[in-house]
């Protein structure tokens, strides 16, 4: 009987350290950030509403995120998390102003459909291709990634935001997106 209580807790163990590694250790790709979203949803909810969504990659702690988050919109109040190395922490609390007529989850995104963590991830692997047919390249990495959602509230306005650099320092590369996926522009 002890042999296969020591076995299940054996395979359980390797199950747990096998998978993922949380947040901080994702690869910035589709996958790698379809399961930094599934991290979010389950700190903060999937009906939870943001301002701001980033992670930006440090070669030497892996991603940070950093969120502004509510779960009651019309509160007005927001907090501001930071996710290092699997820890989240609040750094700050955010009321908000909205202007007379309007509500606040106007001025707000939640992450699903339309807004979605593997779509901007798949984003950044056309961004890291493209760098390496256009500008050759050899290994550019990810610097930041973001949702820029629009202070006036215009979701029409919401584009993903991707920041390149080459692995050894140099010239960076921004990339804007659409929501849908179209490039608007690329900046060196």
């Known amino acids: 009987m002890k042999t296969i209580k020591s076995i299940v ?37 999937d009906d939870a509403y943001y301002t701001d969504l980033t992670i930006t990659y440090n ?4 991603n940070i995120i950093g969120v502004t988050v509510t779960e009651d919109p019309t ?4 907090g501001q998390w930071n996710n290092t190395q699997g820890t989240w922490t609040q750094s700050s609390e955010i009321s908000l102003e909205v202007p007379e007529g309007s509500q606040a989850k106007d001025f707000m995104f939640q ?3 339309t807004i979605n963590l593997t779509k901007l991830g798949g984003l950044v692997e056309k961004s890291i291709q493209q760098l390496k047919d256009e500008k050759n390249l050899k290994n550019p990495i990810l610097s930041i990634a973001s949702i820029d959602f629009p202070d006036n509230g215009n979701a029409s306005e919401a584009r993903f935001v991707i920041n390149l650099k080459p692995e050894n320092g140099g010239t ?4 804007y997106y659409k929501l849908d996926g179209e490039l608007i ?3 060196s």
């Open 9 to 45: 807790v054996l395979a359980c163990l390797a199950m747990m350290t096998s998978c993922g590694g949380g947040a901080s250790k994702q690869s910035a790709d589709a996958d790698g950030f379809g399961a930094i979203e599934d991290e979010i949803k389950s700190e903060f909810s």
């Open 59 to 62: 070669k030497s702690i892996g």
């Open 75 to 78: 509160s007005l109040k927001m």
């Open 111 to 113: 992450l699903g459909e």
């Open 172 to 175: 960076s590369f921004s990339f």
């Open 185 to 187: 522009k690329m900046d």
